[in-house]
């Protein structure tokens, strides 16, 4: 198994590491700082080095409980056994981190709000932008402009966000732990679940990359609203400083 040093640390940028098996699509190593996509999050891409030559990850996959880095190129030069060095691309992934805990604070907020009865069905993160969907009746321009706004004020009272960890018995005692139903089903297969905290607002079971407090996501800003079905709407939105 890849040891997933970003479960603990999501500001790892680098890290050492050795090449554990070489497949037609790229390398699995022994300890990774790379994220693979998933839960919404796109996977990292970056540099990986061995005897002194980079080599381009420009997508990073699950593979079984395995991170497997998809090389450009040049894989016939990567062999099993080699030391190498790790560097993501820390611009696009700390980007990620920001939209990533930006979602959170919606689903959290919103789940606070006695006015939406709307849970989030989905989210997506792109690199300029993010969306979330939501099961509602009705959407308005008006009634989402009202939940950025009240996240935006949440973002400005600094707000810690923490990893920690319990055991799958007591997270399944949790209500609303995790938002989807394929998420409670994967938490009664885990011995130990990761959960992030926004401090006073929000705790979800999850396996991606945070920032540390909200005054790191600047501002949230409305890009635009869509209905997508009787009651499944969509919310897109940015991040300025």
Sequence with gaps: MTEKLYFNDSYVKECDAR????TDKGVILDRTVFY??????PGDSGTITVNNNNFKVINTVKDGDEVLHIIENQ?????????CHCTIDWEKRYMFMKFHTSIHLID??????PDYEGLITGSQIYEDRARVDFSLESFSQEMAQNIIDTVNRAIKENHDIKIRYMSGED???????SR???GRELIKDLQIVRIIEIDGIDEQADGGTHVANTSELGQINLQKIENKGKKNKRLYFTLSP
Excluded: C, F, H
Excluded at 36 to 41: E, L, W
Excluded at 171 to 177: E, F, H, M, Q, R
């Design 19 to 22: 090449v554990n098996r070489v």
């Design 180 to 182: 989807t139903a394929p």
């Design 108 to 113: 959290g907020i919103v789940n606070k709000m």
């Design 36 to 41: 693979p996509s998933g839960g919404g999050q």
């Design 171 to 177: 997270a399944l005692k949790i209500p609303n732990i």
């Design 75 to 83: 894989l016939d030069e990567i062999k099993e056994g080699d030391y």
